[in-house]
């Protein structure tokens, strides 16, 4: 029979809470039962106790507590909140402190405990497959104790890879339907632990092949509702990483992405009533695609919305290697795992801001088409026999090669091979297919993020 102290409501072992001032705020609620043997002997008092341990050196953080509130004599129920400062792991034991009528003596007895414990930065992890992690191919990426996860199945573990895997998942909207393999998420997480100092929790939403529509409330919804669902239960989160925007490279859905991205933003932000930051992964290759302009639109309305949405940032990921014909390998989601660790602690914690380089400008001059970009550094080519097929500038009479390509510090001067006639507009690094010559920013490495059909000022 039961006897000592039960949590009933409370975390889970391995789960992170988010940590709002330095600090998350732990409400633990249940049942307590005084051991026969103890009401037989005699007791003085029974009170439901309470403490904390640093499980790195088994320092207490919290002494033995009495909990806020209990009810009964030999058993009843209890509840109580903690405040915990960032850090850990953490383990929360409890035990029932009676005190003999006798003696004096305090016997402790047995409680529930909770393990694994953090409390630190939250992230929900959204989009389709290259953020559900269908990565193929070896690369070393281990899990780390400090990095943690809510799985598909509803419980908190160590975070380690597959991270969005169907086992206990019935009843998830976003559960695979196949075998998934790795995604960037895990290298984040440690990455990111390494700069802020605290855990990491990792809430997975995402789904392979998912379209835009699954996302909108306005449309279909069913995943959004299903990420709500699992914010609403941790409490709220960090930030959002977004990675998506395959499915809806096709004349039916480009047109409407970038406002059903805002909306999407929006609602996320009405649920947890706070600006949630959304860190978003611009597209990079999809060779069976036959849509080139749809691509290109996509990969536009991304750009777009880290322009103008307020907390919303992007990286470009063309400098990746992939494992299939769209999904990154194994290798190139470690490096962009670590590369968005550094942006989304830049942006969040240290005010040193990582970005990639960003289109200004664009004027039409004498010499050509002058394209300022927002760097860090200095810009640099990568290969200079291709980067000149990565431009494409169309006018009134179409498409029109680009006879040279001069780099100036922050700055690009393209020489049309032909006289421009009417509304002009550039492009760069849209083709889904065609290998790239990635031009970079010197102090970050970061590529240029693509741009489409932006117009040419005169």
Same mark, same amino acid.
């Given at each position: 029979?039961?006897?000592?102290?039960?949590?009933?409501?409370?975390?889970?072992?391995?789960?992170?809470?988010?940590?709002?001032?330095?600090?998350?705020?732990?409400?633990?609620?249940?049942?307590?039962?005084?051991?026969?043997?103890?009401?037989?002997?005699?007791?003085?008092?029974?009170?439901?106790?309470?403490?904390?341990?640093?499980?790195?050196?088994?320092?207490?953080?919290?002494?033995?507590?009495?909990?806020?509130?209990?009810?009964?004599?030999?058993?009843?129920?209890?509840?109580?909140?903690?405040?915990?400062?960032?850090?850990?792991?953490?383990?929360?034991?409890?035990?029932?402190?009676?005190?003999?009528?006798?003696?004096?003596?305090?016997?402790?007895?047995?409680?529930?405990?909770?393990?694994?414990?953090?409390?630190?930065?939250?992230?929900?992890?959204?989009?389709?497959?290259?953020?559900?992690?269908?990565?193929?191919?070896?690369?070393?990426?281990?899990?780390?104790?400090?990095?943690?996860?809510?799985?598909?199945?509803?419980?908190?573990?160590? &975070?380690?890879?597959?991270? +969005? $895997? =169907?086992?206990?998942? /019935? #009843?998830?909207?976003?559960?695979?339907?196949?075998?998934?393999?790795?995604?960037?998420?895990?290298?984040?997480?440690?990455?990111?632990?390494?700069?802020?100092?605290?855990?990491?929790?990792?809430?997975?939403?995402?789904?392979?092949?998912?379209?835009?529509?699954?996302?909108?409330?306005?449309?279909?919804?069913?995943?959004?509702?299903?990420?709500?669902?699992?914010?609403?239960?941790?409490?709220?989160?960090?930030?959002?990483?977004?990675?998506?925007?395959? &499915?809806?490279?096709?004349? +039916? $859905? =480009?047109?409407?992405? /970038? #406002?059903?991205?805002?909306?999407?933003?929006?609602?996320?932000?009405?649920?947890?009533?706070?600006?949630?930051?959304?860190?978003?992964?611009?597209?990079?290759?999809?060779?069976?695609?036959?849509?080139?302009?749809?691509?290109?639109?996509?990969?536009?309305?991304?750009?777009?919305?880290?322009?103008?949405?307020?907390?919303?940032?992007?990286?470009?990921?063309?400098?990746?290697?992939?494992?299939?014909?769209?999904?990154?390998?194994?290798?190139?989601?470690?490096?962009?795992?670590?590369?968005?660790?550094?942006?989304?602690?830049?942006?969040?914690?240290?005010?040193?801001?990582?970005?990639?380089?960003?289109?200004?400008?664009?004027?039409?001059?004498?010499?050509?088409?002058?394209?300022?970009?927002?760097?860090?550094?200095?810009?640099?080519?990568?290969?200079?026999?291709?980067?000149?097929?990565?431009?494409?500038?169309?006018?009134?009479?179409?498409?029109?090669?680009?006879?040279?390509?001069?780099?100036?510090?922050?700055?690009?001067?393209?020489?049309?091979?032909?006289?421009?006639?009417?509304?002009?507009?550039?492009?760069?690094?849209?083709?889904?297919?065609?290998?790239?010559?990635?031009?970079?920013?010197?102090?970050?490495?970061?590529?240029?993020?693509?741009?489409?059909?932006?117009?040419?000022?005169?």
């Amino acid at each position: 029979m039961f006897f000592g102290v039960r949590i009933t409501q409370g975390p889970s072992d391995w789960q992170v809470l988010q940590r709002r001032n330095g600090c998350a705020q732990v409400y633990l609620k249940g049942d307590w039962q005084l051991e026969k043997g103890a009401i037989k002997a005699g007791v003085r008092s029974v009170t439901p106790v309470v403490r904390v341990v640093n499980e790195m050196d088994q320092s207490l953080l919290i002494p033995w507590t009495a909990c806020d509130r209990q009810t009964g004599e030999i058993s009843g129920e209890w509840e109580t909140t903690l405040t915990l400062p960032q850090g850990g792991p953490y383990r929360i034991d409890t035990s029932l402190d009676a005190v003999s009528a006798a003696s004096g003596d305090h016997w402790m007895f047995h409680g529930d405990i909770r393990v694994h414990i953090g409390v630190g930065d939250l992230f929900c992890m959204a989009g389709q497959s290259n953020a559900a992690g269908y990565a193929k191919g070896v690369a070393f990426d281990p899990p780390d104790v400090r990095v943690h996860l809510l799985r598909n199945s509803g419980h908190w573990d160590m &975070a380690a890879h597959p991270m +969005n $895997d =169907a086992t206990d998942a /019935a #009843d998830c909207v976003n559960a695979p339907m196949g075998i998934t393999g790795t995604s960037p998420f895990l290298s984040f997480g440690r990455r990111y632990a390494d700069y802020a100092g605290v855990p990491v929790g990792l809430i997975q939403a995402a789904q392979g092949g998912s379209p835009m529509k699954r996302w909108d409330d306005t449309r279909d919804g069913d995943l959004l509702r299903g990420m709500l669902d699992k914010l609403e239960a941790c409490g709220g989160v960090r930030a959002v990483i977004w990675y998506q925007g395959c &499915a809806d490279a096709n004349e +039916n $859905d =480009a047109p409407v992405y /970038a #406002d059903s991205f805002a909306h999407m933003v929006e609602v996320v932000r009405q649920a947890t009533g706070e600006c949630t930051p959304f860190f978003t992964l611009q597209l990079n290759k999809f060779t069976l695609q036959e849509d080139g302009a749809s691509w290109a639109a996509i990969k536009e309305a991304q750009r777009q919305a880290a322009e103008k949405l307020e907390a919303v940032w992007l990286l470009p990921t063309t400098t990746l290697p992939m494992s299939d014909e769209v999904h990154n390998s194994a290798a190139g989601n470690v490096m962009l795992g670590e590369m968005l660790a550094k942006q989304v602690h830049g942006a969040l914690n240290s005010g040193r801001p990582y970005f990639a380089p960003s289109l200004e400008k664009a004027v039409l001059e004498e010499q050509g088409i002058r394209l300022t970009f927002r760097t860090s550094g200095p810009l640099m080519r990568l290969n200079t026999r291709v980067d000149k097929e990565d431009f494409c500038i169309e006018d009134e009479t179409g498409v029109i090669p680009v006879e040279t390509l001069t780099l100036r510090d922050n700055e690009l001067l393209l020489t049309p091979a032909a006289p421009l006639r009417g509304r002009v507009v550039v492009s760069y690094g849209c083709d889904p297919i065609r290998p790239m010559g990635p031009i970079i920013d010197q102090h970050t490495y970061l590529p240029v993020i693509s741009f489409n059909k932006v117009e040419v000022s005169v």
